[in-house]
């Protein structure tokens, strides 16, 4: 079935096609809360959570929506926020952070300790677009909705970060 | 962009990654219950509305009068309006045995209707709390849970506090002329949990109770009599059978009434030797801690004078603590006058033991030079003693509104006493139980309506993830 015709017939209650549409969405939306959370149990919590709200709100999708998931991972991002704002989150958040990067590192990993420590320091809506844009390999057409800005804005956040980053980068290798 | 820094940035995001297989069926199963939840909706939440009495099992005797289920005689008398501060369902961390967490769910909240039973099902995890199995329903406020010291035998006890013959009044109020029994029912378990069988109700109410293994103790309580009345009863088989062996001094009461977050002032450390705390404020001469090495027969009061520097100060004794036959902690909570409220302790002390309880010396403050970087936030302190060296104390406020839930945190040491590491934030823990230095379990609440949750910890308090709770079957 086409992906419109899955979107649509979601919309009226069809759980199959949801179904078939959330599936493929499950593991990156897991990654991406992971990277946020750098916590399974959280992180699993966010995906479920975020599904069944997003099973709950799919009726307001509009009719010529063609893929879930910018919407769905903008739900996740949204879960993933809502953990971090308890009060205790901050304390919980970054548990395994230090220990990894405590482990002995080769030397040639160096440079791989520093971009750990970079991406570490960034917020965790920053660390967010850097996983939608390197790892899930997202367009900016569907990272801008993702995050509630516009593609433009996503891209030029990108820039910014990346330079932050690796400083010693091409202004032209970030703005492809 | 360069493909080598697409490759170092997933690298470093792989590094931590801890993938989750099987996570799209299990979000998937959720989605296709929850889709069969919702056909069942109305029925569900006219059950969840109908549901649970009843702020009393966690918040104690200061909600409860708030609520006023303990005015008047004969007649109790609920007023809602209030009973939006704590929202169930409710989690009490009942044991930790060598089997693992057990964890009571229960339904405390009920937006409307008279006062009904409240319903509670027990649970154990095998696996670090990722998946729960039910192992009991009861009705009654639970109370509390014990395991013997090697998990094969254990009890867990519940309290009907619901009355009966209630009648809605004007608003959200309801008259019952039958107070509730305050009753003591016992589930015992011979084989590690995996069953359970009733005992009988005990006939009279009960104000306190405490168990090690199948032997158990009760400081009972009269309704009618409007819970006076401090009959001592003891049990030896795990509540089949209970013998009067005497009663605490005429007047002596205590101020606790909070069920499930492991507060009762009573505790045996063998058949004879027994202490009560009746957290009353001490007067000279008069601590408010009662011991008995008779089994319950006679009660003498304790010997604790105020700590030097602080005789002017309202002191309240707790329940001592013991670490070995010798061994022995007490704390004491002290408010100064004009502390953040009324209930708020400004400072802990702690006195030692080395006679088993039967002198208490030497006060100190509980956490020593950490002291001034740890005043306790909230009526509901908590600490847990696991030995002689590993002591964790934290405390929380349940009381919305009186400006005590700021900046909660967790103290522990690891020597006795001696240094203390301060660790906040932290969540706002009611209870701790702690397997060994390292790992532990902590009921806690959260947000302005004080939602119960289960927190662990395998660092010994520094930080704490939350646990997933088992869903309640219908």
Known sequence: MDPRELVAAARGGDGAAFEALLRPL????YGMAFAILSDRESAEDAVQDAALKAWRGVRRLRPDTATLRPWFLAIVANECRAIRRRRWSSVVRFAELPRAAERPLEPDLAGSLDLRRALKRLSSD??????????????????????????????????????????????????? | MTDRLTAEIRSVFESGFVPSPGLADRV????????????????????????????????????????????????????????????????????????????????????????????????SSADNGRTWSERLRFDGVYDGMSFSRDGLTGVIWAIDVTPAGCTAQSGHSYT????????????????????????????WGVAHVSFEGEE????????????????????????????????????VRSNSYAFGVDASP??????AHGWFASRQVAQPGHSGLWVTSDGGRTWHEASVPSPAGHEGDDMVVERPSFFNNHQALLPVSLRRH??????????????????????????????GAEAARFQPVGEQWSGFFLDASHWWVTSTGLTAGDGVQAAPAVARSTDGGTSWQIYRPSPRILVMRFSDGEHGWAADVSGPQNTNGLLRTSDGGAHWVRVKLPARGG
């Open chain 2, 176 to 203: 019952c002329p039958n107070p509730a029994s305050y009753g003591l029912t016992v589930y015992a378990t011979p084989d590690r949990g995996l069953h359970w069988a009733q005992r009988e109700q005990t006939p």
């Open chain 2, 338 to 367: 004009g502390g953040a409220d009324n209930a708020t302790p400004n400072l802990l002390y702690a006195y030692s033991s080395a006679d088993g309880g039967a002198t208490w010396v030497t006060p100190r403050p509980l956490l």
């Open chain 1, 26 to 29: 499950v593991q990156p939306a």
């Open chain 2, 266 to 271: 009573l505790r045996f450390t063998d058949s």
């Open chain 2, 28 to 123: 998937v199963g959720r989605l296709r219950e929850d889709t069969g939840r919702r056909h069942r909706l109305p029925w569900m939440a006219a059950a969840v509305v109908l549901a649970g009495l009843v702020i009393i099992p966690l918040a104690g005797l200061a909600l409860s009068a708030r609520l006023g289920l303990f005015a008047g005689l004969g007649t109790q008398r609920e007023d809602r309006k209030d009973a939006a501060e704590i929202q169930g369902p409710a989690v009490s961390l009942g044991a930790v045995s060598p089997a693992g967490p057990w964890l009571i769910v229960r339904d405390i909240h009920q937006e409307a209707g008279p006062p009904r039973p409240t319903h509670n099902v027990l649970y």
């Open chain 1, 126 to 176: 920053q660390r967010l677009l850097v996983y939608l844009f390197f790892v899930l390999d997202l367009p900016f057409e569907e990272i801008g909705p993702t995050l509630r800005i516009s593609p433009a804005a996503a891209k030029a956040r990108l820039y910014r970060i990346t330079r932050r980053l690796r400083p010693e980068l091409e202004t032209s290798e970030v703005s492809s």
């Open chain 2, 216 to 251: 158990g103790w009760v400081i009972s309580t009269s309704v009618k009599d409007g819970f006076r009345g401090s009959a001592v009863y003891q049990t030896a088989d795990a509540g089949s059978s209970w013998e009067r062996m005497g009663a605490l001094p005429a007047g």
